[in-house]
C-alpha cells in the first residue's frame, strides 16, 4: 500500500515530467530559438541583392556565412533542426506597399550538423573553431540524450507499475535530473555558440538578434524535470525509510 503522501508526489512528478517533455519537443521541433529583425529594404539594387542571397540560401550548397548573411537581412530565425527566412509572397519582391510575407525555411541535415566550424565562417583555410564546432554538436546531441533518458524512465516506471513497486523511483528520479541537466546544458551551449558566432561575424548595422521563445520552452523545461526529479527522489527515499523502520518494528 502507498501512502497518499507519496501516491500525491508521483502524480505531482508525473504532470510536471509530462509538461517538461511536451515543451522540450516541441522546443527541438520549432526554429524560434534566436531571431533577427532587420531594416526595410528600398532600391533596387538592394531588393535584387536580397533575391540572390534568398536563392543561395535555398537552393545553393551548405555555407555557414552564406546562411548567417541571408538570415542577418531577411528577418531569419535559427534553430536546432531549421534556419528559416521573412520573405515577400509575390514575385515582385517589395515593389507592392501591402506585401505579404511568409517564412521559408530549410532544415539542417544530419551530416551538417556535424560539419566543423571555421574562426572564419565561409573561410576553409582560416582553421577549424573547436569551440564553436563542439558547442554546435553538444547543441544538437544533448536534447536528444535528453529525451531518450525521460524514454528510459517512462519505461522503468511502467515496469514499477506492473511490479507495483516503489524502489525503482529512485532511477526515474535520477533519470529526470539527468535529463534537466542535459536540457540545460543545450540552452548555454546554444547561448554560447551564438555569441561566438556574433563575435566572428558581426551584425549588419540596424540589424537586432533577440532569443526566439523556442528557447524559452527549453529553458523552462529543464527546472520541471529537475522539480520532479525531486519529488521522485524525496518519494522513494521516504518510502524506504518508513518501509525499513516498520520491518525492524514488526521485528522488535
Keep these: 500500500m502507498v501512502d497518499n503522501r507519496y501516491a500525491t508526489a508521483l502524480v505531482i512528478a508525473s504532470v510536471l515530467s509530462l509538461l517538461a517533455t511536451v515543451y522540450l519537443s516541441v522546443a527541438i521541433g520549432t526554429q524560434h530559438w534566436y531571431q533577427y529583425s532587420s531594416p526595410t529594404v528600398r532600391g533596387e539594387a538592394n531588393v535584387s541583392d536580397l533575391r540572390s542571397l534568398y536563392e543561395e540560401f535555398m537552393d545553393g550548397e551548405f555555407d555557414e556565412k552564406t546562411y548567417c548573411d541571408t538570415l542577418f ?6 534553430g536546432l533542426w531549421w534556419r528559416c527566412v521573412l520573405v515577400p509572397s509575390n514575385a515582385h519582391w517589395y515593389k507592392e506597399p501591402d506585401t505579404k510575407f511568409v517564412l521559408e525555411c530549410r532544415s539542417f541535415t544530419l551530416s551538417q550538423q556535424f560539419l566543423p566550424k571555421y574562426k572564419e565562417p565561409g573561410n576553409h583555410n582560416s582553421g577549424e573553431d573547436l569551440l564553436r564546432t563542439y558547442l554546435w ?3 544538437f546531441l544533448l536534447p536528444l540524450v535528453s529525451l531518450g533518458l525521460i524514454v528510459l524512465a517512462a519505461l522503468t516506471g511502467f515496469c514499477a507499475c506492473l511490479c507495483r513497486s516503489l524502489t525503482p523511483t529512485l532511477a526515474i528520479g535520477v533519470f529526470h535530473l539527468m535529463a534537466g541537466l542535459c536540457t540545460l546544458a543545450t540552452v548555454c551551449c546554444y547561448l554560447a555558440g551564438m555569441d561566438l558566432l556574433h563575435r566572428v561575424s558581426m551584425l ?4 537586432d538578434g533577440s532569443l526566439g521563445w523556442s528557447l524559452y520552452l527549453a529553458l523552462i523545461s529543464s527546472p520541471l524535470h529537475m522539480m520532479s526529479a525531486a519529488l521522485l527522489v524525496w518519494a522513494a527515499r521516504s518510502h524506504s525509510q518508513n518501509y525499513y523502520r516498520m520491518t525492524a518494528y514488526r521485528v522488535a
Aim: net charge positive; charged share 30%.
Design 137 to 139: 554538436r553538444c547543441q
Design 73 to 78: 537581412r531577411l528577418n531569419g530565425t535559427v
Design 204 to 207: 549588419p548595422d540596424k540589424v
